[in-house]
């Protein structure tokens, strides 16, 4: 069965830390891996696409990495803002149709003071 | 980015009335379109693929005659939930590819609408 896992479920940190978020996925074959921003009753807001031969990809304050070899991705968000408060999620996408794509349960930010 | 567009924000009906929600792509065109349901702290769900000038494919436990999905032009897919009751409750999202061909591309997604049925 395809899954992507997410942890940790929720996570508080001080404004100006940061931290990494995880994301394990069973989805194969792959296509691509995504992170998005989801602010609470808002749509999600893509943060970085990475394909198979993509190790590493930034935007901004965020870094994500993929291992395809272990499945498994990371965000990373540097010098954390209060604006970063949401909820992240993994998506992976499928080889071949782009419409499937797998989504994690997220992880729950909040950042403060 | 692209920007995708979705009206209502949100809507609260009574039981056993029809909602419609527009899902609309500002700029660019899509020839397809994508409905998700997100319920609090679970993931969002495909609940169908709309194709442009044909019926929408539907994921299997999603009823289609509860869930009218229309997507008359490029830019524009509809969902119409009928004969909403209280366990249709939820956040409903759309997104939008641009492009008409298929393969590996970005998906913009709507601001989401949440439906309340009283």
């Known amino acids: 069965k395809n899954q992507v896992e997410q942890s940790p479920q929720s996570l508080i940190i001080l404004e100006g830390k940061n931290c990494t978020l995880q994301c394990n996925y069973t989805v194969s074959p792959f296509s691509n891996l995504r992170w998005y921003k989801q602010d609470t009753g808002r749509g999600p807001v893509s943060l970085t696409i990475?394909?198979?031969?993509?190790n590493t990809k930034s935007n901004g304050r965020y870094t994500a990495t993929l291992d395809a070899d272990t499945k498994q991705s990371s965000l990373h968000i540097t010098a954390s803002q209060l604006s970063d408060s949401a909820s992240y999620i993994c998506v992976v996408a499928l080889t071949g149709t782009a419409s499937k794509l797998t989504f994690g349960t997220g992880t729950r930010l909040q950042v403060t003071l | 980015g692209a920007v995708v567009s979705q009206h209502p924000s949100w809507v609260i009906c009574k039981s056993g009335t029809s909602v419609k929600i527009e899902c609309r792509s500002l700029d660019f065109q899509a020839t397809t379109m994508f409905w998700y349901r997100q319920f609090p702290k679970q993931s969002l769900m495909l609940m169908a693929t709309?194709?442009?000038?044909?019926?929408?494919?539907?994921e299997q436990g999603v009823e289609k005659d509860k869930f009218l999905i229309n997507h008359a032009s490029l830019t524009l897919s509809t969902l119409t939930v009928t004969s909403a009751h209280p366990e249709d409750s939820s956040f409903y999202i759309c997104?939008?590819?641009?492009?008409?061909?298929?393969?590996?591309?970005?998906?913009?997604f709507g601001q989401g609408t949440r439906l309340t049925v009283v």
């Open positions: 990475m394909t198979f031969s993509e």
């Open positions: 709309s194709n442009e000038g044909s019926k929408a494919t539907y």
């Open positions: 997104s939008a590819r641009p492009g008409t061909g298929g393969g590996f591309t970005e998906a913009f």
